[in-house]
Every structure is written in structure tokens, then in C-alpha cells.
């Protein structure tokens, strides 16, 4: 309790220790993210309504039920879909690699909070087998757990979706003390999980829990129930992420909350998520102004004097292209997001991530344009001797591994054979830039498919289009199909199909960019 003396002093200088307390009640909060985390007086008083019980009932009412309204973690595991590439190096010996491989070859920090050992991560290229250790490390552990992390959301379902086919090999594998069930071929794999099992005892009855789980005919809520101590999912689920996340939130059932991750990119980091207890399709990123410069193209049409625009310049509800300038060399570079300023944050914008800009194919957050599209097909057609009459894409994210089909119409059969359509398919595969083919070869993105569609095809998607309202004097055959309409017409003209061989190392390592001619 305070002295006499101590009152009479704060009495005394009552306003500013009142703004004082306030500010560390500000700072420690997290129940006012909804009101854009308020961190002054002034903007406390302008962004916060006052309030009665009625306005706050809700919250009351979780609490006392024992809910929190978004989860304190404290000293438990995380399970952490981590994943570590292959790097190459270019002739004036610069290593080149996905960002998260640098960010885990070179973490220095304790790892002992990951269900996963760093050996194990940093061994395992192949991806399918490390998400089964994955899996089955986090599973021997599984009252410990307490957050499920991954990059992004398809990583956390593509490994529910292993766990569904592997499960009854993971029960065996923990019933037994080994990689028995031979899943995991890999040496250096096998050494870690060895390693990893030391000191591990009394862990066969964990198997007949997670049999019993498994097993159910629904898989609604399974991560609360395989991790009854998890309190959280975190992922990327803006972009491409949103087409998966009505299913990780099955995956999660209603108690377990997922938080969007911050906005960050090869380039550096763009934003962060201030309110990571929001829905997530109302996910929103804080540009960080003391990190890089930003400027915002406005797109089209609302641009036609080419002007760029200061982050206090943009307007709520309009969209943009980033432009950033970094201290590592990068100046007023075009990142390729659209985004879309959805309020501000003091004197900074608020970003609601649009989509990739000219993003023809990304099923695992690589990305292969229009143009570098067209220049593979122009470039292996034209090599095999063949003339397409059209061609379009179609990213089959579904599919785990995900993987590329690509449709050709031909304008002629005569004289094209099985065989020099399977080179073809392998061609287009091993075509594509580093981002693409490092994750082919680490069997994260699956073999390539060529479909071949029957003369009309492509007159019958225009056909299409237009009965949807396109005009048929701005017809362009869409280079990316999404939508499902679209896909079945093509679908219903496939005539062959072939896949793609096995991706050799040197591709990766020998890749130059092609450029169009002329």
C-alpha cells in the first residue's frame, strides 16, 4: 500500500500520472486492437467510444465460461511447419534461396520450443517426409503443444491431409520407438528422429489416443483434439491463403483461434497485423514507416497523369501497387502486390492485401507471370517443331502436392507423337524460374501436366466468357483459369495428358531468365 506521502504526491501531479498509467495500460492490452490500438491520450479519446455493460457483456460472459478472448502462450511447444530448401549460389559465388531458408540456416536461437529439432528441419528437403516428422514429433508430444504455426495456411492443411493418409504409419511408428514404417527414407531424417527419441519413455499409449482420434469419421476440430492444450493457429491467410481457410477453420473447430500473420515478402517486411485477434477475412497490415520507404501507384484508369503517391497521399477504399525503396539497394521497386488502403493508423495506412499484379500460377507462393509463361510455351513448342493454337494455366492447388496443368490446343496432330509430347511436358517444367523449380525439386510442388484439349476448346471458354457478360471485341484468352465454369469447359475438351519426369538438380542451379525476342 502506498504511504501517506506517496498519495499527496500523486495528487499532486495527478493528470500527467493518470496519462502515465494510462499509456501502460495501452501498451499491455490487447482488448482495444478492435479501435486500432490507441497508444496516446488524444488518440485514446478519438478511436474508443465510451461504453456500458451492454456493449461489453459478450466478453464478460467468455471470461467467466473460461474463455479468453484472444490467448496468452506461455512456456509450451509450438509446432512449427518449417521447411528449408535447397540454395544455389550464382557464378560470383551469391547464395540464392527462398527467404525462410536463410531465416532457419542461420537462426542462432534456442530451438528447444519447436516440437521439431533444428537438426531434423534443416536435414529434410524432401517435403512430403519432413512433414511427417513434423507431425510425428509434435504428435509424441502432443499435451505440450500449444500453438500450431505455419507460414502460410495451405502448409497446416497439405499436412492434415498427409495425416489423414498416414496416420495408422505415425501409430505405428511411435508404437514401436522407429521410422518402421519406412515413410521416412532419408539418413540424416533418421538420425534426428533417433536422436530426437532419447530420453522419450512411455510414449506406445500416446498411439492408441491418436488412433482413436484419427479414426473418427469427421475430422471437424482435429487440431484441438490431437493438441487438447492448444490455445493457437497462425498463418498467412490473406492472397491466395483465403481460398483455404473455410477449411482450416473446420480443421480448428470453434474454440481454437487462428491469427493472420504479418505481410512480408522477399523485399523485406511490408506490414504488420496490430490486430491478430480480428476475423480473418478482415486481416489488415500497418506499414512500417522507420523500415523502408513506400510509395503507391494508383492502378489504371485512376492513374492517368502516371503520379505516385506518399503513404498520407492514398485514400481509404482504393487500391494500389507497393513501390518501396530499402536500405539493401532496392530504390522505388515495384513488389508486384496490389493492396488495398483500408483505413489508416495514425498518420500511416492500414493495407488489405488485393493480389499479385500479372500472377498467373502460384500454388506454394512461388509465382510464374504472364510473360514468363508465354516465353516457355513459345519457346519449347517452337523447339519441338509444334504449333499451339492457345494455350492456358490452371494452378491445382487441391491436389497435395500441388501442381501446374497446362492445356494446349493444337493446330495440327500430324506427325506429334506420345513421346515428343512428354518432352514437351518436362521442357515447360524445367523451364520456369528458381522460385518454381527449387520447390519441384524439393517435391513441394508435384510434376507438371500437359492436357492436351480437342480442336474448339478454346472457341467454346470464349464462348463462355461472353455468355458472363465479357464483350466479345475484348476477349483474351484468361492465361490463368480460376474460375470453375471455365475449368470444366476445358476439362470436357481433354484428349491426352502427360506428366512431367523427375526434376534434375542442375536445373535448378543453371536457371538463366528467358526474355522475349523482338
Not at 495506412?349 to 514468363?372: C, G, I, T, W
Request: glycine content about 8%; proline content about 5%.
Amino acid at each position: 500500500m502506498a504511504s501517506i506521502a506517496e498519495f499527496e504526491q500523486a495528487c499532486e501531479n495527478g493528470a500527467s500520472i493518470q496519462e502515465e498509467l494510462l499509456g501502460g495500460i495501452l501498451r499491455k492490452t490487447h482488448y482495444l486492437q478492435k479501435f486500432g490500438s490507441p497508444q496516446s491520450l488524444a488518440a485514446y479519446k478519438s478511436q474508443v467510444p465510451i461504453v456500458s455493460y451492454e456493449d461489453v457483456a459478450g466478453v464478460i460472459e467468455k471470461i467467466a465460461c473460461g474463455e479468453e478472448d484472444f490467448p496468452e502462450l506461455g512456456s509450451g511447444r509450438v509446432l512449427g511447419l518449417y521447411y528449408c530448401g535447397h540454395q544455389s549460389h550464382t557464378k560470383a559465388g551469391i547464395w540464392v534461396g527462398a527467404l525462410t531458408t536463410y531465416l532457419i540456416k542461420t537462426y542462432r536461437g534456442p530451438f528447444n520450443k519447436f516440437t521439431t529439432p533444428y537438426e531434423m528441419i534443416i536435414s529434410g528437403s524432401n517435403w512430403r517426409e519432413l512433414t511427417y516428422c513434423h507431425l510425428l514429433c509434435a504428435l509424441i508430444q502432443r499435451d505440450a503443444v500449444e500453438q500450431i504455426d505455419a507460414s502460410f495456411a495451405y502448409i497446416i492443411c497439405g499436412a492434415l491431409k498427409i495425416l489423414q493418409s498416414d496416420w495408422q504409419d505415425i501409430c505405428n511408428d511411435i508404437r514401436t520407438g522407429s521410422l518402421s514404417s519406412g515413410k521416412v527414407t532419408h539418413p540424416k531424417l533418421q538420425e534426428a528422429f533417433a536422436n530426437f527419441l532419447v530420453n522419450k519413455e512411455n510414449i506406445a499409449g500416446t498411439a492408441d489416443a491418436i488412433a482413436k482420434i484419427c479414426s473418427r469419421e469427421s475430422w471437424s476440430g482435429i487440431l484441438s483434439l490431437l493438441f487438447p492444450g492448444a490455445k493457437l493457429v497462425s498463418a498467412v491467410v490473406t492472397g491466395a491463403m483465403a481460398h483455404f481457410v473455410p477449411e482450416l477453420r473446420d480443421y480448428a473447430g470453434g474454440k481454437l483461434p487462428i491469427s493472420g500473420k504479418d505481410y512480408y515478402s522477399s523485399e523485406g517486411v511490408l506490414g504488420i497485423n496490430t490486430n491478430p485477434a480480428s476475423p480473418l477475412e478482415d486481416v489488415v497490415f500497418t506499414i512500417l514507416p522507420h523500415i523502408m520507404y513506400y510509395e503507391f501507384l494508383p492502378l489504371g484508369a485512376n492513374n492517368p497523369a502516371g503520379e505516385i503517391l506518399a503513404p498520407h497521399e492514398v485514400v481509404v477504399g482504393q487500391e494500389y501497387e507497393i513501390v518501396i525503396t530499402t536500405f539493401a539497394g532496392l530504390y522505388r521497386y515495384r513488389v508486384g502486390d496490389v493492396v488495398k488502403v483500408s483505413s489508416f493508423f495514425h498518420g500511416v495506412p492500414q493495407l488489405a492485401f488485393s493480389y499479385r499484379k500479372n500472377a498467373v500460377l502460384s500454388v506454394q507462393n512461388e509465382m510464374v507471370d504472364e510473360q514468363e509463361l508465354q516465353n516457355v510455351v513459345m519457346e519449347v513448342s517452337k523447339d519441338a517443331g509444334i504449333e499451339v493454337a492457345n494455350f492456358t494455366a490452371y494452378g491445382n492447388s487441391t491436389a497435395v502436392p500441388a501442381h501446374y496443368v497446362i492445356f494446349w490446343e493444337l493446330k495440327r496432330r500430324e506427325g506429334i507423337n506420345r513421346e515428343l509430347l512428354e518432352r514437351c511436358c518436362s521442357s515447360i517444367d524445367r523451364s520456369f524460374n528458381p522460385g518454381y523449380t527449387g520447390k519441384r525439386l524439393d517435391e513441394v510442388i508435384d510434376s507438371l501436366e500437359l492436357v492436351i484439349v480437342k480442336e474448339g476448346t478454346f472457341e467454346r471458354l470464349m464462348e463462355e466468357a461472353v455468355r458472363n457478360g465479357t464483350s466479345p471485341a475484348q476477349y483474351k484468352t484468361p492465361r490463368c483459369v480460376t474460375s470453375p465454369r471455365m475449368l470444366e469447359v476445358l476439362e470436357s475438351g481433354r484428349v491426352q495428358s502427360y506428366k512431367s519426369g523427375e526434376m534434375p538438380r542442375s536445373v535448378f542451379e543453371s536457371w538463366e531468365p528467358s526474355f522475349p525476342q523482338g
